[in-house]
C-alpha cells in the first residue's frame, strides 16, 4: 500500500491489486480477473445482473447504505429515454479517503464496475464526477479510459458483443454539498450544486431528466467481483444484509491510522487496538465518530459493536461513508463539535432556511461556548437549534450538521457544563481556541 | 479570446462529452481548467466559457461564486492549502495553519505582496488517513509535521 503499510487482519478484495507494479495498467488489471466479471455478466439477462446484485447484499458506500441492486431495479430499462451511469467520486466527507485510492490505484475496477451497471440497465454513457481537489485523478482516469477504449473494452460494440458504453471524467469546483446525489447531477449540468426535490429519485429522472444509475466509487468497485465470483460469495464476507467488505479510513488519534479494507461488521474496538496499533501515546480512548463528520459520536464504552450499518444505526449512530475518527481522553468535545459545525455553516448551499440558519447560530453558539462565554441555557439552546432542523430540508446537509451536534450535546454534556462562566478550557489551555 | 492548443483541445473533447443539447454541462470543467491556464476567472473567461457553453455571462457568474475553487483574483504561484478539518485538527492542523500564516504574513486567502505564495484554511481534502496534510496548488503533502512544513515553504521560496 502506497500511503500506510497494509493490516494482516485485511480482507483485500476491492484492494487486492494495491501494490501491485503498475496497478493502475489495464494489462496489469486483466493480469488479476479484470474484466471477468463484465465477461460473465455479458451471458446474463439484465434482471440477473440485478439479481445478483441484490444477493450480494451489496449497501451504498457513500453513506446512505440504500441496497444497491434494488436501486438498479428502479430504472426503468424499458423507457424510452437514455439512461446513465454516474459514479460519485465527490469524496468529501470529513474522515473519508478511500476513493481516491480506488481511482489511483485501480481505475479499471471501477471502468468495469460501471460497465456492468449499464449492461443491466441499458446505458450508453457514464461520468465519473471527481472533486476538483483530485485533480491528479483525472489525468489517471481519462488514461485508463483511452486504454481501456483502445483496447475494446470501452466504447463501440464492446468486446465483439455489440454493446456500446462511452465514460466520461467531469471535474467539480469545490463544493461538499456536490456529493449529495441530486446537487451533484445539477453540478453536472453546469449549474450551482443546490438539491433537487424528490421523488422523482435519479433512479428514474436523474441525469439530463433520464434514468440514471448513480452510486459511490467504492459501490461500483465491488461489482466486478460480484459478478466474477457471484452475489453470495460477496454476501458471505459481511454480516446479514451487509455483504462484502468495505475500506475503513482510520484516522485521529491511532498509531496507524490508514485506509484498511475489513469485511463489514469487523468489531470496532478491534480495529482501533489490532488495526490502528491502539490510541496514541499510551493515552486512553474518549470517543469515536463512526462514519464520518456527519454520524453521532460514540463514547467509548459504546464501541465494542460491529462495524455495519444495521448495528450502528441500533447503537444511534450511521456506518456513513467508513471515515473512522479516533479521540483520545484529552480532546476538547466542545472544539470538535465546533469545528464540525464550521464545516457545515461553510458547506450549506443556503437553498433550504433552516440548514442556512440553523448551521450558522449553531456555529455561534458553540463558538461562543468554546471561547468561554457560554450560559446553562445555550446548552438546551444548542440541541433545540439542531433538533429543528431535522428532516426539514432537501437534502440531508442539515441532518448530517444536527446529528452529531445533538450527539455532543447529549453525550457529553459535562465538558459543555466545564466549559460555562468563562472558565479556560479544561482541556486545553486557554488562548488555543480554533479561529474562525 | 483563445487559449493553447492542448486546452483547445481539452475544450473539443469535453464539449462531445455530454448529450447533444446539453453544452452547459462543459461549464465548471471549463472554468476548471481555464482557470489553471489564465490565473483567474476574468471577466473576458466569464464571456467566452458563457459563449462556448451557450449561456448568458450571469449564469457563469452565478456558478463562480458558488464554488470554493473558483476564484476572480489571481491567487499565489503557490496557493498553500491547510486542512484544519477534525483528522488533520486532531494531529495539529490548527498548528500548521497558524505557522504557514506566521512565516509567509498574511492570513486566509491573502497573498504575499511578491505573488509568490497564498494562503487557505480548507475544509477536508480527502487525506484524513495521512494527517495533517497541506495541498499546494493540485500537490498533496501528506503526515506533516511543522519541520516538514518549514522545509516545503523554504524550497517552494527558492524555486525560480
Not at chain 1, 464520518?292 to 459520536?297: A, D, I, K, R, T
Request: charged content about 25%; some cysteine.
Amino acid at each position: 500500500m502506497p500511503y500506510n503499510d497494509p493490516s494482516p487482519l485485511e480482507v483485500r478484495i476491492l484492494t487486492r491489486r494495491f501494490g501491485l507494479p503498475d496497478s493502475a495498467s489495464l494489462d496489469t488489471y486483466l493480469a488479476h480477473d479484470g474484466f471477468q466479471g463484465f465477461e460473465r455478466a455479458l451471458k446474463l439477462k439484465p434482471e440477473e445482473i440485478i439479481e445478483e446484485v441484490k444477493l450480494s447484499h451489496l449497501r451504498g458506500r457513500g453513506g446512505a447504505g440504500f441496497p444497491a441492486g434494488l436501486k438498479w431495479s428502479f430504472v426503468p430499462r424499458s423507457s424510452p429515454k437514455p439512461k446513465y451511469i454516474v459514479a460519485n467520486a465527490d469524496e468529501s466527507e470529513p474522515g473519508t479517503c478511500k476513493d481516491r485510492l480506488l481511482m489511483e490505484y485501480d481505475p479499471h475496477q471501477l471502468l468495469e464496475g460501471m460497465l456492468i451497471a449499464a449492461l443491466a440497465v441499458d446505458a450508453h454513457a457514464g461520468y465519473i464526477y471527481i472533486r476538483g481537489e483530485y485533480r491528479y485523478l483525472i489525468e489517471i482516469l481519462d488514461r485508463a479510459i483511452e486504454e481501456a477504449r483502445a483496447r475494446g473494452y470501452l466504447g463501440r460494440n464492446i468486446l465483439g458483443s455489440g454493446f456500446d458504453f462511452e465514460v466520461y471524467t467531469h471535474t467539480g469546483a469545490g463544493a461538499y454539498e456536490c456529493g449529495e446525489e441530486s446537487a451533484l447531477l445539477e453540478s453536472l449540468e453546469g449549474k450551482r450544486g443546490v438539491p433537487r426535490i424528490r421523488p422523482p429519485f435519479p433512479a428514474v429522472a436523474g441525469a439530463f431528466g433520464c434514468p440514471t444509475v448513480l452510486n459511490n466509487v467504492e459501490t461500483f468497485c465491488a461489482v466486478p467481483y460480484i459478478l466474477r465470483e457471484g452475489g453470495a460469495a460477496f454476501a458471505a464476507l459481511g454480516t446479514p444484509k451487509n455483504g462484502g467488505t468495505r475500506l475503513f479510513c482510520l484516522s485521529g488519534h491511532v498509531n496507524r491510522p490508514g485506509v484498511y479494507e475489513l469485511p463489514m461488521g469487523f468489531n470496532l474496538l478491534r480495529m482501533i487496538h489490532e488495526v490502528g496499533g491502539g490510541v496514541w501515546k499510551g493515552k486512553k480512548l474518549k470517543a469515536v465518530i463512526p462514519g464520518g463528520s456527519s454520524c453521532p459520536v460514540l463514547k467509548a464504552g459504546e464501541c465494542d459493536l460491529p462495524m455495519d450499518y444495521d448495528s450502528l444505526a441500533r447503537a444511534g449512530s450511521m456506518l456513513g461513508s467508513g471515515g473512522v475518527v479516533v479521540m483520545d481522553e484529552d480532546t476538547c468535545m466542545v472544539k470538535v463539535a465546533l469545528r464540525i459545525m464550521r464545516f457545515y455553516a461553510h458547506e450549506s448551499c443556503g437553498w433550504c432556511i433552516p440548514c442556512r440558519e440553523g448551521t450558522m447560530w449553531l456555529r455561534k453558539l458553540l463558538q461562543r461556548f468554546h471561547d468561554g462565554g457560554g450560559t446553562r441555557a445555550d446548552i438546551g439552546l444548542i440541541g433545540d437549534v439542531a433538533k429543528s432542523m431535522l428532516g426539514r430540508t432537501f437534502c440531508p446537509l442539515g441532518d448530517a450538521a444536527a446529528m452529531p451536534t445533538i450527539s455532543f450535546v447529549e453525550k457529553f454534556r459535562e465538558e459543555f457544563e466545564a466549559h460555562l462562566d468563562g472558565r479556560p478550557c479544561p482541556c486545553e489551555r486557554a488562548g488555543e481556541a480554533v479561529a474562525v | 479570446m483563445t487559449f493553447s492548443p492542448d486546452l483547445e483541445a481539452r475544450f473539443a473533447r469535453l464539449l462531445e462529452s455530454y448529450p447533444p443539447g446539453r453544452r452547459r454541462s462543459a461549464l465548471i470543467p471549463m472554468l476548471m481548467y481555464a482557470q489553471d491556464e489564465v490565473g483567474a476567472v476574468t471577466g473576458e473567461v466569464v464571456e467566452e466559457v458563457a459563449r462556448r457553453c451557450g449561456v448568458t455571462p450571469l449564469q457563469v457568474d452565478e456558478v463562480v461564486s458558488y464554488y470554493s475553487m473558483l476564484h476572480r483574483q489571481p491567487q499565489g504561484k503557490y496557493h498553500v492549502q491547510v486542512c484544519t478539518n477534525i483528522s488533520c485538527l486532531l494531529r495539529g492542523g490548527d498548528k500548521l495553519y497558524e505557522q504557514a500564516s506566521r512565516k509567509l504574513g498574511i492570513g486566509h486567502k491573502e497573498t504575499t505582496a511578491d505573488g509568490r505564495f497564498s494562503l487557505e484554511e480548507v475544509e477536508c481534502i480527502g487525506a484524513c488517513s495521512w494527517a495533517p496534510a497541506i495541498q499546494v496548488n493540485y500537490d498533496f503533502h501528506h503526515d506533516m509535521t511543522p519541520e516538514k512544513l518549514d522545509k516545503l515553504l523554504a524550497s517552494l521560496e527558492k524555486i525560480q
